[in-house]
């Protein structure tokens, strides 16, 4: 009885999982105007009305989230194999000392600011990082990845081309 319980226990335990990953294959913002906002954290300022006409990778990550410090190199590579997109990272982290030493230990050279009040993550509808969205050129939201991506996969690296 003990093993068919742990079955089952193990079953119900990897389908909250894979739902709770699952958000939606088709998420309502795709095909709208992303939000613009402005950000300042004191350092470093994003002007996400500056970057209309430029592909822009919106990543919304935490230091502390081990999926968002795992896909964290590739981000890097990615900006730089495509100087012509825009990467643009933004932290949920509370603590600026942390947020800062993490920049520095691992080289964090994308645009980045740190929103502790979580306005962006409103704005876009996230609840879960990391969450990634693609706008295009025009300002629309074209995808979400839900996640800890390679961005240096060539599916990916070919779809942020043809945008």
């Given at each position: 009885?003990?093993?068919?319980?742990?079955?089952?226990?193990?079953?119900?335990?990897?389908?909250?999982?894979?739902?709770?990953?699952?958000?939606?294959?088709?998420?309502?913002?795709?095909?709208?105007?992303?939000?613009?906002?402005?950000?300042?954290?004191?350092v470093?300022?994003?002007?996400?009305?500056?970057?209309?006409?430029?592909?822009?990778?919106?990543?919304?990550?935490?230091?502390?989230?081990?999926?968002?410090?795992?896909?964290?190199?590739?981000?890097?590579?990615?900006?730089?194999?495509?100087p012509?997109?825009?990467?643009?990272?933004?932290?949920?982290?509370?603590d600026?000392?942390?947020?800062?030493?993490?920049?520095?230990?691992?080289?964090?050279?994308?645009?980045?600011?740190?929103?502790a009040?979580?306005?962006?993550?409103?704005m876009?509808?996230?609840?879960?990082?990391?969450?990634?969205?693609?706008?295009?050129?025009?300002?629309?939201?074209?995808?979400?990845?839900?996640?800890?991506?390679?961005?240096?996969?060539?599916?990916?690296?070919?779809y942020?081309?043809?945008?």
């Amino acid at each position: 009885m003990r093993g068919v319980r742990a079955t089952w226990i193990g079953l119900l335990v990897g389908i909250a999982a894979m739902t709770g990953c699952d958000r939606g294959s088709h998420p309502g913002s795709v095909g709208i105007p992303a939000p613009t906002f402005v950000m300042s954290d004191g350092v470093q300022t994003v002007d996400m009305g500056r970057l209309k006409g430029k592909v822009v990778v919106l990543n919304l990550w935490a230091t502390w989230c081990a999926p968002c410090v795992e896909e964290l190199p590739s981000l890097l590579t990615l900006q730089q194999k495509l100087p012509n997109i825009a990467v643009v990272a933004v932290s949920t982290d509370q603590d600026d000392t942390v947020y800062r030493k993490f920049l520095v230990k691992h080289n964090v050279n994308v645009r980045t600011v740190r929103d502790a009040d979580q306005k962006v993550n409103q704005m876009y509808g996230t609840v879960m990082i990391p969450e990634t969205y693609i706008i295009d050129r025009q300002g629309v939201i074209r995808r979400k990845f839900i996640g800890a991506q390679n961005w240096t996969q060539a599916d990916i690296v070919d779809y942020l081309n043809k945008l």
